[in-house]
Each structure stands twice: as structure tokens, then as C-alpha cells.
């Protein structure tokens, strides 16, 4: 079995639950990658190479999609 273990997704929940100008302006420091949260076209893409020919040898993985934050 295999996962997608995405971060903070920039979605409206998100934006509700970032209800602070200062949070969302601390998003690109706390992120190890930089930026902002990640769009839900990167997850999506994820899943989609976990469901193509391409990941086929992959076997029980965890694949992070959170710009480094569980680093």
C-alpha cells in the first residue's frame, strides 16, 4: 500500500484555518522548501503518478507532498 501524505493544501478550509495576516505571512519561512502552501493540482499529481505504469515498483511508501515540512 501506498500514501500521499500531503501538508497544508491551499484550500478554503486552509485559508479559514490560516485566519491571521501574520500566520500566512510566516508560511514561506516555516516551509523548508519555501513558498506557500501546496496547490491541490501538486497532491493530485502525486496520486496520479502512484496510479501510473511509472510507480509500479513502488511498494509501501509514504509519499510526502508538503514543501519539506515534515522534514
Known amino acids: 500500500m501506498n500514501i500521499v501524505s ?3 493544501v491551499d484550500t478554503a478550509m486552509a485559508t479559514r484555518a490560516l ?9 514561506p519561512e516555516l516551509m523548508p522548501l519555501g513558498g506557500n502552501a501546496c496547490t491541490p493540482e501538486e497532491v493530485a499529481a502525486a ?5 501510473s505504469p511509472a510507480s509500479r515498483r513502488t511498494t509501501g511508501t509514504s509519499l510526502p507532498v508538503d514543501g519539506g515540512w515534515h522534514l
Open 47 to 51: 496520486v496520479l503518478w502512484l496510479l
Open 19 to 27: 485566519t491571521t495576516q501574520a500566520i500566512q505571512d510566516r508560511l
Open 6 to 8: 500531503a501538508g497544508l
